[in-house]
């Protein structure tokens, strides 16, 4: 048994660090020690009441660290390997069967979060790419950027991007987007109102969560096309149905606790994807924060400014 910092959150607007207690690993697990940690739109959701769930609680779910301890029937992994994570603990225990091991060095550990790109290579399973879809992706925030660079490698004939911010809009250019759109000039407006009349897409993408978004998503689809719900929306949302019907689209949720097929180890091919450079956070990660700047990096993910795209805690010493 040892003990070990974890962050709670106690109740909405505050968190606390505490102490608790870790056993060894049992013999199917793994002891791991957190490096970095991503903060995502969930943990700000729960932090600041949007989401209700039972306090306290120890959040997280995108991290990496270190295997310190194995369980002696553990044969994959070993003392020293990196691996994903998730508690927002410096140490945790974790079931070793489905967890990968990082095969190449890992040099900045806060630019290497898989959960965020598991999320992404569901998603696009999903998809049900066909060769040639036109594509369009409503907004290009971090989970945007990263749907954009998985897109990329699919062969598409089009993958267009809309967002109001222009930095965002250059990474989606370098990430392989064949056009952007800004959304909020009167040029974007007109080339959306184009789209809608003459060029409608095979699947549209939406990954912004706001109610103006997901209500007019569906007239960028073709007829018998695919509206794909990729944000997460707290709270109810209204749409046309009667439109939805009409044009005869396929709606989907890509829920990303929910597997296309559970033979895949989809976390296991973010972590190799990761290592091939198709997916790449180093100009994603905008700020980092150590662990007990909780408070700090909470309120700056719950503001989102607008050089933000993705803040990590670090839980090195």
């Known amino acids: 048994m040892m003990k070990t910092p974890a962050i709670f959150f106690v109740e909405p607007w505050k968190a606390e660090i505490r102490e608790i207690e870790i056993p060894d690993p049992a013999d199917d697990e793994v002891q791991v020690k957190c490096l970095a940690n991503g903060i995502c739109l969930a943990e700000v959701s729960v932090y600041s009441g949007v989401e209700k769930r039972d306090l306290p609680r120890i959040p997280g779910h995108e991290g990496i660290g270190v295997v310190v301890k194995a369980g002696k029937n553990v044969r994959h992994l070993r003392e020293g390997d990196i691996v994903p994570c998730t508690q927002w603990a410096c140490h945790y225990n974790y079931k070793a069967e489905r967890l990968p091991r990082f095969e190449k060095q890992v040099v900045d550990p806060s630019v290497m979060l898989a959960e965020p790109v598991e999320c992404v290579v569901k998603a696009i399973d999903y998809y049900d790419i066909v060769p040639g879809d036109k594509v369009l992706v409503l907004g290009a925030g971090f989970m945007g950027l990263l749907n954009v660079q998985g897109l990329a490698h699919c062969p598409l004939t089009e993958l267009v991007v809309v967002d109001i911010k222009p930095r965002n809009l250059e990474l989606a250019l370098s990430f392989g987007a064949t056009?952007?759109?800004?959304?909020?000039?009167?040029?974007?407006?007109?080339?959306?109102?184009?789209?809608?009349?003459?060029?409608?897409?095979?699947?549209?993408?939406?990954?912004?969560?706001?109610?103006?978004?997901?209500?007019?998503?569906?007239?960028?689809?073709?007829?018998?096309?695919?509206?794909?719900?990729?944000?997460?929306?707290?709270?109810?949302?209204?749409v046309d149905m009667g439109r939805w019907h009409l044009s005869g689209i396929k709606v989907f949720n890509t829920a990303p606790q929910i597997s296309v097929d559970s033979?895949?180890?989809?976390?296991?091919?973010?972590?190799?994807?990761?290592?091939?450079?198709?997916?790449?956070?180093?100009?994603?990660?905008?700020?980092?924060?150590?662990?007990?700047?909780?408070?700090?990096?909470?309120?700056?993910?719950?503001?989102?400014?607008r050089d933000y795209l993705k803040c990590v805690l670090l839980f090195s010493d």
């Open 179 to 238: 056009h952007v759109i800004r959304a909020d000039t009167e040029t974007g407006k007109n080339e959306l109102k184009e789209f809608q009349k003459t060029r409608p897409f095979d699947i549209v993408i939406e990954s912004v969560g706001i109610q103006s978004v997901i209500e007019n998503a569906d007239t960028y689809v073709r007829k018998g096309g695919r509206l794909a719900i990729f944000a997460w929306h707290h709270g109810t949302r209204t």
């Open 263 to 305: 033979a895949i180890n989809y976390l296991e091919r973010a972590v190799r994807l990761m290592e091939r450079g198709v997916f790449q956070q180093s100009q994603l990660i905008t700020h980092r924060y150590h662990f007990t700047q909780v408070t700090e990096a909470m309120e700056l993910a719950y503001r989102r400014p």
